[in-house]
């Protein structure tokens, strides 16, 4: 069966503009040249440090960022060639919930209101259905619908979260891209609110790209997972194969799993002490060889294939004899 998102070379550039004319200096490589499916009903997680092009790939999919290249077919039609008119219809199958709730919920507004916005925006019922479906909502993130008539600055972190996720959800759509969903909440709260959505998925049969900064905040709740590394898909696998058995240097170091004497030395020198390079100016052939402790000559010169090197099992690395370009 066809998956029911694929991306496939998807690009952003943004240009950095100089002097009165304002003549293109350079760009951006945000996102340069990612491609990846999932299929319905799963969760594929997103990781990579700030600046990877995580968020920015997760925008463009519901084209709030216009990619300056690549296709996005979703449920059978390419998003990047529809109108704007049509795009919006797709909105409604389409949702996104965001990292940090209280700036994403208009604080003068109830949540009653907030929650029967996108009902009104995509004429979804009659006033008298929009209520009770906001109430009916209410009530499955967890919130009673005694809320209904409360500010956002009245509830928690995780309750404005909940208040979020309803959000998202008010529609019926079929995919749901959560930006960090739980990254600003508190350890506690964020496994309360990871679990509220891993039981939404199984109730309404949702897909959800979950996107974070942490490979341990998408173990449990992914099918499978994709590291992004400076605009690109270092690696990307069945979470299983992903956390058991990295083969892409970065991923091993993320997870501290370096097959090497210390470890923790390597971690320290990897994360810790290397910088991420400037996105405008990107490493040269591989672009995590300036951190990496395997760089050899290739590396710098020739960039890796984004291949499959096991079933499932997709690397851009040359090690890996499949991402070495004939
Ligand atoms: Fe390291 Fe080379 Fe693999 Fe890049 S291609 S991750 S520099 S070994
Ligand atoms: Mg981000």
Same mark, same amino acid.
């Given at each position: 069966?066809?998956?029911?998102?694929?991306?496939?070379?998807?690009? %952003?550039?943004?240009?950095?503009?100089?002097?009165?004319?304002?003549?293109?200096?350079?760009?951006?490589?945000?996102?340069?040249?990612?491609?990846?499916?999932?299929?319905?009903?799963?969760?594929?997680?997103?990781?990579?440090?700030?600046?990877?092009?995580?968020?920015?790939?997760?925008?463009?999919?519901?084209?709030?960022?216009?990619?300056?290249?690549?296709?996005?077919?979703?449920?059978?039609?390419?998003?990047?060639?529809?109108?704007?008119?049509?795009?919006?219809?797709?909105?409604?199958?389409?949702?996104?919930?965001?990292?940090?709730?209280?700036? /994403?919920?208009?604080?003068?507004?109830?949540?009653?209101?907030? =929650?029967?916005?996108?009902?009104?925006?995509?004429?979804?019922?009659?006033?008298?259905?929009? %209520?009770?479906?906001?109430?009916?909502?209410?009530?499955?993130?967890?919130?009673?619908?005694?809320?209904?008539?409360?500010?956002?600055?009245?509830?928690?972190?995780?309750?404005?979260?909940?208040?979020?996720?309803?959000?998202?959800?008010?529609?019926?759509?079929?995919?749901?891209?959560?930006?960090?969903?739980?990254?600003?909440?508190?350890? /506690?709260?964020?496994?309360?609110?990871?679990?509220?959505?891993?039981? =939404?998925?199984?109730?309404?049969?949702?897909?959800?790209?979950?996107?974070?900064?942490?490979?341990?905040?998408?173990?449990?709740?992914?099918?499978?997972?994709?590291?992004?590394?400076?605009?690109?898909?270092?690696?990307?696998?069945?979470?299983?194969?992903?956390?058991?058995?990295?083969?892409?240097?970065?991923?091993?170091?993320?997870?501290?799993?370096?097959?090497?004497?210390?470890?923790?030395?390597?971690?320290?020198?990897?994360?810790?002490?290397?910088?991420?390079?400037?996105?405008?100016?990107?490493?040269?052939?591989?672009?995590?060889?300036?951190?990496?402790?395997?760089?050899?000559?290739?590396?710098?010169?020739?960039?890796?294939?984004?291949?499959?090197?096991?079933?499932?099992?997709?690397?851009?690395?040359?090690?890996?004899?499949?991402?070495?370009?004939?």
């Amino acid at each position: 069966t066809e998956p029911l998102l694929k991306v496939e070379g998807l690009k %952003k550039y943004f240009p950095i503009k100089s002097g009165i004319l304002g003549q293109v200096k350079n760009y951006v490589k945000a996102v340069d040249d990612v491609s990846f499916t999932v299929n319905e009903g799963e969760t594929l997680g997103i990781v990579g440090e700030s600046g990877c092009g995580k968020s920015t790939t997760g925008r463009m999919l519901m084209r709030l960022l216009e990619p300056t290249e690549g296709k996005v077919f979703f449920d059978g039609k390419e998003l990047t060639s529809i109108s704007n008119a049509d795009m919006r219809k797709m909105r409604r199958d389409i949702q996104m919930v965001f990292q940090d709730p209280y700036a /994403s919920l208009n604080p003068r507004h109830t949540i009653e209101k907030i =929650l029967m916005e996108p009902l009104n925006v995509h004429d979804i019922g009659d006033p008298k259905e929009r %209520k009770r479906k906001v109430h009916e909502f209410l009530e499955i993130v967890g919130l009673s619908s005694y809320h209904a008539k409360r500010y956002p600055h009245q509830f928690s972190g995780g309750q404005r979260q909940r208040i979020g996720i309803a959000r998202a959800l008010m529609t019926n759509p079929k995919l749901i891209i959560a930006d960090e969903p739980v990254s600003a909440l508190d350890v /506690s709260i964020q496994a309360q609110v990871l679990n509220l959505m891993q039981d =939404l998925q199984k109730e309404l049969k949702l897909t959800y790209i979950f996107i974070a900064h942490d490979l341990g905040v998408v173990r449990h709740i992914s099918d499978r997972v994709g590291v992004m590394y400076l605009g690109q898909m270092a690696e990307l696998a069945d979470s299983e194969a992903l956390y058991e058995k990295p083969l892409h240097p970065y991923t091993q170091a993320l997870l501290g799993a370096v097959p090497v004497p210390d470890p923790d030395f390597v971690r320290e020198e990897i994360i810790i002490k290397g910088d991420v390079p400037n996105p405008a100016n990107p490493p040269s052939g591989c672009r995590f060889h300036t951190r990496c402790p395997f760089k050899m000559d290739i590396c710098e010169t020739t960039v890796p294939i984004f291949a499959e090197v096991e079933k499932g099992h997709s690397v851009a690395c040359h090690l890996y004899e499949q991402s070495r370009p004939q």
